[in-house]
Structures are given as structure tokens and as C-alpha cells.
């Protein structure tokens, strides 16, 4: 009977816990997470150090992390099945690699020994997962859950949104010794973990200086059901829907944004702005805004004639290789460049793991969702300022954002096609993903989705127009141009490379301390 209350209790505090941590990607705000786990410490708290006892918490904090990533990501079904499955496994297994490192230790050395490895490994598992080339899909980081309190979190251009986990994880910490030792000091302590970075974020918020630079950017809307009507046969319509929309871009605009694969055609990789689509937008700039740059999503491919050596993404064809590219294309921009390739593929849908492996034993060309990729960041140049075009999911990782930075972009442009996932979190949440790239970067952002949520957000997060689900139409703005860097951009997940050396540290002092005391040189 008693055994059965316990049971009963603990399945209350895993229930409760991932509740916390899922309520900010549902827009309810990122603060629930400073005591998100809170329950599992409990939990970890009232078990022993035998092995039938860390399986037990093995289990409860693999239910609760299970739990949070379906009730987060259970929209990516929509697009493809496996998705969510595979994602939650992995994400659980990181978590559950820098939890159960915690309730180990912390049954067999000091408290503050155990707690250092919770935050430095929780860290360097969210810094493996975003830095991972494969099976890569860091939605559920810590620090993504405050996208909708950017107030709070203007110091991201220092740390990312690493710097969010941190503060997450030492909350939680704070929070937990404040309750069971119920001292002044502890309980000071806590209060201060909390609020100091709200009081720091504030005062950056309210003290950040706009830039005067200005260029006017138009995105468009066209919002055209990727299931019936995207990929169809009714590319002259698609045409047609995108030459009508510019009737509604000034004439004054410097810069107009189409969504991801926005053109029905697929482009010659080598030579993407001889393709009929292209013609017809420049056409269009003729007609409405001569002086203005398209940047436009679009498929491309690259033939690798005989003789010439393909990637290791080449399909193979008929005595011929060839790539297929997510891209994006600037028409009647001033720079060299014109043709960006996205370089963070959707695992599944754009991108097979373990290319380079399974090439060793099979030939993988022809698989379909295998696109070609690369590393560089490209920007586009227009009236002297730089623009970088990020694709869709590059959204998630603040490092593609800070490349294109370093690379001189003073503004963004983000292109998706959110269409895949229907009216659910997973648009809200991407577009609310983009507000903290801003911060870290300290870049304006102007973003064009098919469907979903297209807009402005300034360098300090804020969104300044929108479009919504299923609206169809044209934004325009003068958005913020600046070429200063910040600490992220010059630095990266530092953060996440500096936990990495602390959790080898920890690990290795763990390590000696136990030899110690076996030995009886240490109480």
C-alpha cells in the first residue's frame, strides 16, 4: 500500500515536470522552466545509490522527458511520422545522459560536485545535439523556451541561447536548496539567481540605441496549401499568384522577400537567373520597383557531367550525377553572389544520417530526401547593404544566424514554408525562434513564409508586423541596419565548448575523489 502511494506520487512529479517544461513552446512564457525540474530532483532525492534504484530514476526522468518532447513536437507528424519518434529519442537520450550523470554522483561525493556535472554536462549535451551534422533537431533547448520573452533575455548576445539553459538549470538548483534548507541565505540566494538576469535584460532592453541606417524591405505572403496546390502541376498559377502580389510592393522598396521554394521551377544551379521564373520577376521589378533586389527561395540542380567528380549527396542518373539544392536567389542584386545554399537540413525530409558511412557500402544516390548542402554562409548585396538569407529550419541554430554575420550581413532575411505542419505550435514557435536569433546577432530580421507566419523583428526582438495563418498579402517596413558584432557572433556557443572542458574537469575530480576515499584520504 505505501509502496503504491510512492509509486503514485512520483508519477504526480514526472507528470507536473513535464508540464512545466513544455508550457513556453506553447506561448504560455519560459518561466515555468526555472522550476521545471524541480519534481525529478525530488524524485532523485528520495532514491538510493544501489543500481535497482538509478534504473528507477532512469525511468521516471526518461518518462517526464518522453512526455515533454510529445507534448512539444507531436506536430511534426503532420509532415512525416518517424519524425517526432525519432527526435524524442534522441532528445531524451541527451537529456537522460546529463541527468543520470547528476543522480549518480550525487549519491557518492558533495552536493556542489554533482550539481557542477548537471549544469556543465546538461550543457554540453544541448551544445552536442545543436553542433551534431546528423540528427540534429535542438527544438526543445532550454533557452529556445523564453522566444516569447525576449525582455528577459537580451544578454542572448552574449551567450546564446546556451546562456537561457544555464540560467534554467541554476535556478532550478537555487530554487530546490532554498526549499529544503529554508535559510535566509539560501532562500536570498535563489531570489537573486532569478531576478538578476531579468534586472540586467531590462536594462539592456530599455537602454538599446536603434540605428539610424535604414532600408525598406517587402515580404510576401502567398499562402498556398503545400499539400494540394505546392507541388502540383499548376505552376502558372503559382506565377500568377506571385506576380499579383506585386502589385502591393511601393514602389520605393529596396528589397523584396519570397518564401522558401516561393517558384513552381526548378533552377539550373549553375545558372539561376536564366530560368523563366527568374525572367519573370525581373520582369515584374521592371514594372513596380526597377531599383529593388527579389530574394526567393527556390529548388535547384547541379549536373555532374561524366568525368567530373560528384558530391557525396549525388543522385545518381542516366551515365550522369546530379544535386538537388534548397536555395535561395537574389534577382537584380549589386553583390557577386546570387545563389545561397541552405546549410541545416530537415533529417528525414532533406538529408539522410550517415552519408559518408553508408556510402562505404552502398550507393546512396537516387535516395529521395538526400539534398546537396554546404557550409559557407552567402550574403547578398543591395544598395550596400548586406543581407543574409537564411532557409526555414536554419531558424533553430543561432550559429547559422551568427555565420552570415560574420560573413558582413547587416540585415536578415528568413524564408520558410510552414504550410507542413498546419495551424499548430510548430509556426508560432519557429517565427518566435527567429526573435532570439535577433537578439543574438543584433540583426533586423524580415521574414517570408508560403503560409504560417511572416513579419518584422528588430534587433532587440520585437515584432513589429505580421501576417498570420492562411493570410495572403504584403508587408512592408524600413528595418534597422547595423554592422556592429556582438559577443556571439564573434564567439559562437562559447558556452557550450567552455562546459565541455568543465564536465571533463568535474568528471576527472569525481574521479580522483573517489580514489581518495577508497584509499581513506578523504572523509
Known amino acids: 500500500m505505501i509502496e503504491r502511494y510512492f509509486m503514485k506520487r512520483k508519477l504526480l512529479y514526472v507528470l507536473l515536470s513535464a508540464l512545466l517544461l513544455s508550457v513556453g513552446w506553447y506561448g504560455g512564457g519560459g518561466f515555468t522552466l526555472l522550476v521545471a525540474l524541480l519534481p525529478l530532483l525530488e524524485i532523485s532525492r528520495e532514491y538510493g545509490p544501489s543500481a535497482r534504484d538509478w534504473w528507477r530514476m532512469a525511468g521516471w526522468a ?22 517526432p519518434i525519432v527526435a524524442t529519442a534522441f532528445s531524451t537520450f541527451w537529456n537522460l545522459v546529463a541527468f543520470m550523470l547528476f543522480h549518480y554522483v550525487s549519491k557518492r561525493a558533495h552536493k556542489a560536485v554533482a550539481y557542477t556535472l548537471l549544469v556543465a554536462s546538461w550543457i554540453l549535451t544541448e551544445y552536442c545535439y545543436i553542433s551534431a551534422e546528423v540528427l540534429s533537431f535542438p527544438w526543445l533547448t532550454m533557452g529556445n523556451g523564453f522566444s516569447g520573452d525576449v525582455w528577459a533575455v537580451q544578454w542572448y548576445e552574449f551567450t546564446g541561447n546556451l546562456g537561457g539553459t544555464l540560467w534554467v538549470l541554476i535556478s532550478n538548483i537555487a530554487i530546490f536548496e532554498a526549499w529544503h534548507c529554508r535559510s535566509r541565505w539560501s532562500v536570498v540566494r535563489a531570489t537573486a539567481v532569478v531576478l538578476l538576469p531579468i534586472v540586467v535584460s531590462l536594462a539592456m532592453y530599455w537602454s538599446y540605441e536603434p540605428s539610424e541606417k535604414r532600408i525598406k524591405v517587402s515580404v510576401m505572403q502567398p ?37 522558401e521554394t516561393a517558384l513552381p521551377e526548378r533552377l539550373n544551379d549553375d545558372k539561376p537567373l536564366q530560368s523563366m521564373n527568374i525572367m519573370t520577376l525581373q520582369e515584374k521589378l521592371d514594372e513596380h520597383c526597377s531599383d529593388a533586389m527579389v530574394v526567393t527561395g527556390a529548388s535547384t540542380i547541379k549536373l555532374y557531367p561524366k568525368g567530373v567528380a560528384p558530391s557525396e549527396t549525388a543522385r545518381r542518373g542516366d551515365g550522369y550525377y546530379y544535386d538537388f539544392y534548397n536555395s ?41 530526401g538526400q539534398l546537396g548542402r554546404n557550409d559557407k554562409a552567402t550574403v547578398f548585396e543591395k544598395g550596400g547593404v548586406k543581407f543574409g538569407p537564411a532557409i526555414c529550419y536554419e531558424g533553430i541554430y543561432g550559429d547559422c544566424f551568427a555565420r552570415f554575420a560574420r560573413e558582413g550581413a547587416d540585415a536578415m532575411l528568413v524564408m520558410s514554408n510552414d504550410g507542413w505542419w498546419g495551424n499548430t505550435p510548430g509556426h508560432r514557435r519557429l517565427f518566435d525562434f527567429c526573435r532570439l536569433r535577433a537578439i543574438e546577432t543584433r540583426r533586423a530580421i524580415a ?26 498579402g504584403v508587408l512592408t517596413e524600413d528595418i534597422e541596419v547595423r554592422d556592429d558584432k556582438t559577443m556571439y557572433v564573434l564567439y559562437g556557443d562559447w558556452l557550450g565548448r567552455l562546459s565541455g572542458l568543465l564536465t571533463l574537469l568535474t568528471l576527472l575530480y569525481y574521479v580522483a575523489y573517489r580514489v581518495r576515499r577508497r584509499n581513506h584520504l578523504v572523509d
Open 447 to 472: 521574414r517570408s513564409a508560403n503560409t504560417g507566419v511572416s513579419g518584422f523583428i528588430t534587433p532587440r526582438g520585437d515584432i513589429t508586423s505580421r501576417l498570420d495563418w492562411e493570410q495572403r
Open 328 to 368: 535561395a536567389v537574389a534577382v537584380n542584386g549589386d553583390g557577386e553572389s546570387n545563389l545561397h545554399h541552405k546549410m541545416r537540413l530537415v533529417i528525414g525530409v532533406e538529408a539522410m544520417p550517415f552519408t559518408k558511412f553508408l556510402n562505404n557500402f552502398v550507393d546512396l544516390g537516387g535516395i529521395t
Open 62 to 83: 526518461a518518462l517526464a522527458f518522453v512526455l515533454w518532447n510529445a507534448a512539444t513536437i507531436w506536430w511534426v507528424w503532420i509532415a512525416t511520422p518517424i519524425g
Open 223 to 259: 499562402n498556398v496549401d503545400c499539400y494540394e496546390e505546392k507541388f502540383s502541376d499548376n505552376m502558372a498559377w503559382q506565377m500568377q499568384n506571385i506576380e499579383d502580389l506585386f502589385s502591393s510592393v511601393p514602389r520605393d522598396s529596396r528589397v523584396v522577400v519570397l518564401p
